[in-house]
Each structure stands twice: as structure tokens, then as C-alpha cells.
């Protein structure tokens, strides 16, 4: 074996081994919440891969009508099951949706008799009040311009059941519940 081949060998190794590296490493690229939340409407595409990593997300759609071209991402959350979303209007941030980001879990101290307080106009914070501090977390939330939602689960863990409502710029606006005691 010639000297330029006892070189090269070892040289390529390494560089193969480091262009896998990377590869693994983009692969494994997570968003976490922080992440998401610096991301705001307006920001364009390459805001979200600096801020989110090369990686974490993958263009899902692209599509152009009307001389207004329309790119949708997916992101892969950090903690299980979680998933952003954001959808681009010509290079600028209109939608973002993040679901299980937050990683929260219910204390499963939720109760019918909560459930009925917490009715329609009813405040995150009023919610909160009423449930107890951990009963209630959200699992997703949405952003577009003039209207936020965020929807939040309470469970009750002595026997199974759940509630559900759903928050729309603030104010309680649809609930749902199943088994609660």
C-alpha cells in the first residue's frame, strides 16, 4: 500500500464518520417549547430553522395560488407524542400550532363539580382558580393573527375521566367531559 493510501484511508474514515455524525444528528433534532415560543408570527422560514435547529423541521407542504405561496412545516417535539406546526404566506409566519410541547400532566384531581364551574367567558386563570394549581394542562395551543386558542385537559385520576376545554383568546368557549364523578 502506497504512502498516499496509509493517508488518505484514515482521512476518509474520518470524514465519513463525521458526515454520518451530522446526519444522526440532524435526524434526532427535537423543537422544544422555549424554541417554539421564540418563533412568532411574521418570522420567516429561516428564523424557524435557526431558532428550532437544522433538522427538527420538515417542509410537509408547498403550494402557490394567486401569486401567494403557501409552505407548511412539521417539527418534531422534544418530549413524547409533541408536534409543531407552522405554516408560511410568502416567506412570513401566518399559523403556529405546538401540541404536548409543554409536557405537562394532569394531577388527576379533576371533579364533575369543577367541571360545571367552569363555564363559557371563564378565564385560563378563573379556570385555574376554580380546578387547583396542576389539575388542569394544556395540550395544544394555536396562533394566527387576531385569534389564540389553547386547549387544556383535567383529569380525574380515581376513577377514569377527563374534561376538556377549549380557550379562544383567553375565554372559555367549548368543554367537554367523560366519567367524571
Known sequence: MSRMRLIAVPVLAAALGLASATTASAATARITKAEYDKIKLGSSIATM???AGR??????????????????????????????????????????????????KSNGRMTKAKYLKVTRGKTIAQMKEITGVGTCVRVAQ????????????????????????????????????????
Do not use: W
Not at 63 to 88: H, L, M, N, W
Not at 163 to 181: C, D, H, P, W
Open 49 to 51: 430553522h435557526a431558532t
Open 55 to 104: 433538522g427538527a423541521c420538515r417542509l410537509q407542504s408547498d403550494s402557490s395560488a394567486g401569486g401567494v405561496r403557501i409552505k407548511q412545516y412539521e417539527c418534531k417535539g422534544d418530549k413524547p407524542f409533541s408536534v409543531a406546526d407552522f405554516t408560511f404566506s410568502n416567506n412570513k409566519l401566518e399559523v403556529r400550532t405546538q401540541v404536548f410541547l409543554d409536557g405537562g
Open 142 to 181: 394555536t396562533e394566527t393573527r387576531g385569534m389564540r386558542s389553547s386547549t387544556y385537559n383535567c383529569d380525574q385520576s380515581s376513577t377514569f375521566g377527563v374534561a376538556t376545554f377549549l380557550f379562544e383568546n383567553g375565554k372559555m368557549s367549548i368543554r367537554s367531559q367523560v366519567g367524571l364523578r
